[in-house]
Structures are given as structure tokens and as C-alpha cells.
């Protein structure tokens, strides 16, 4: 089956750029997702980018996707406090309906 | 519109007790996935209904089932629970499935003593 995975752990400073990388083994994923999750709530929705894509931006955020080696990353531009979460990518497979977490890297931005 | 909500939001039981969970997902949204959360095992996709119909199933034993209403609502339940379901479960509503956009309920926190 499908494996997705993440470091566990990003301490970054205010004001600078974060980068969450993640790899998955099964190159017919089709959507890749990236999902936010603060203490004590569920998980949102932050980007998605579709396989035959390379690159998607959106303010701040920035997923660049390589299918050759099966690496997805998400990039935070100028990382708040705010930002600091648990932040996790998933894979979606069409054959099986399937949609697999990662493990979740926790982000730390310090002041 | 309102979120995802679950009901309830903590929960102690005892070992070989069981458990119901409910989901009430957002208006309009027929999907609804329920998820496992562990510090050791991560998310774990439990199963999916889709208009009442079980769509897809995780990797658990049979002692956790589910079921959806005709009101999309979603209730997951676990038998003779073991001390390793301790977890916070976590519903996700979405318009088609879990390829769609999934707003996530904030779980309900299951201890088993």
C-alpha cells in the first residue's frame, strides 16, 4: 500500500521561510494535499496540487512537487507565530478511493 | 456555514465497554470519513460513508463499525474496547468524497482505562 512520510519535527524563526518535505511510494497518486493542525482542532485544508502539476502558489504558500523521486514540499514564506502546527500531506489514489496521512511534521516558529 | 461537529468531545470508558461517536457533517456534504489519531500510528482512516453506503474501509478489526443517516449525520462505533483504542477520532465532511475537500470535525478524545 501507499507510504507517506514526514520529519517529525521543524523549528524555524519568525520571518523566515519554512519547508516541510514529504515522500510517498505510489507514483499513481493522483492529488496530493497539504493539511494544517492547530492544538486542540481538526484538520484544514491548506493546498492541494494535482499530479501533473509541478508547481503551485498561493500567497504565502508554495507546493512543489517532484514525480520523478516522489517528493512533495511545502514552502511557508515569512513563517508567523501563527503558523506553528502540525502540518501533514496526504496522498490520494484513485484505484481504492484511498487518501493516506503522513505522520504529521510539527513546526515551531520561534520569535 | 457551520462546521463539522462532534459529539462528544471527551470520553472515558472502561475496558471491554463500548462506545458511540457521533458526526453531524456540514449542510449539503454527503461524505463523511472518520479517522483515527495516535501519537504512535498517526491518522488512520477508519472507513467512509457516502449517502448511508459504507464506501471504503481501513485496516481495523471489526469491533469498530459505522453507519450514516439519510441527514448525512454519522455515528462510528467501537465494541469491547482495549486500552490501544485510546485516540482522538476525528470526522471529515466533504461534498464527493475524500478526494474533495475535507473540513474535519475537533474530535472527540477517547481514554480507556
Known amino acids: 500500500g501507499e507510504d507517506v512520510e514526514q520529519s517529525l519535527f521543524l523549528s524555524v524563526r519568525e520571518g523566515d521561510s519554512s519547508v516541510i518535505n514529504c515522500t510517498y511510494t505510489?507514483?499513481?497518486?493522483?492529488?496530493l494535499y497539504w493539511y494544517k493542525q492547530e492544538p486542540g482542532a481538526g484538520l484544514q485544508l491548506l493546498t492541494y496540487?494535482?499530479?501533473?502539476?509541478d508547481m503551485k502558489q498561493d500567497q504565502r504558500l508554495t507546493v512543489l512537487l517532484n514525480k520523478k523521486d516522489k517528493h512533495l514540499s511545502l514552502r511557508i514564506a515569512d513563517t508567523q507565530t501563527g503558523d506553528s502546527a502540525i502540518y501533514f500531506c496526504?496522498?490520494?489514489?484513485?484505484?481504492?478511493?484511498?487518501?493516506?496521512f503522513g505522520g504529521g511534521t510539527r513546526v515551531l516558529v520561534k520569535p | 456555514k457551520a462546521g463539522v461537529t462532534q459529539t462528544p468531545r471527551y470520553l472515558i470508558k472502561t475496558r471491554g465497554q463500548q462506545v458511540t461517536l457521533s458526526c453531524s457533517p456540514i449542510?449539503?456534504?454527503?461524505?463523511v470519513s472518520w479517522y483515527q489519531q495516535t501519537p504512535g500510528q498517526g491518522l488512520q482512516f477508519l472507513f467512509e460513508?457516502?449517502?448511508?453506503?459504507?464506501?471504503n474501509k481501513g485496516n481495523f478489526p471489526g469491533r469498530f463499525s459505522g453507519r450514516q443517516f439519510s441527514n448525512s449525520r454519522s455515528e462510528m462505533n467501537v465494541s469491547t474496547l482495549e486500552l490501544g483504542d485510546s485516540a482522538l477520532y476525528l470526522c471529515?465532511?466533504?461534498?464527493?468524497?475524500?478526494?474533495?475537500?475535507?473540513?474535519f470535525g475537533p474530535g472527540t478524545r477517547l481514554t480507556v482505562t
Open positions: 505510489d507514483s499513481s497518486s493522483t492529488y
Open positions: 496526504a496522498a490520494y489514489k484513485a484505484a481504492g478511493n484511498k487518501l493516506t
Open positions: 496540487i494535482f499530479s501533473n502539476m
Open positions: 471529515a465532511s466533504s461534498l464527493g468524497g475524500v478526494r474533495d475537500e475535507q473540513y
Open positions: 460513508y457516502f449517502s448511508e453506503t459504507q464506501r
Open positions: 449542510s449539503g456534504h454527503r461524505s
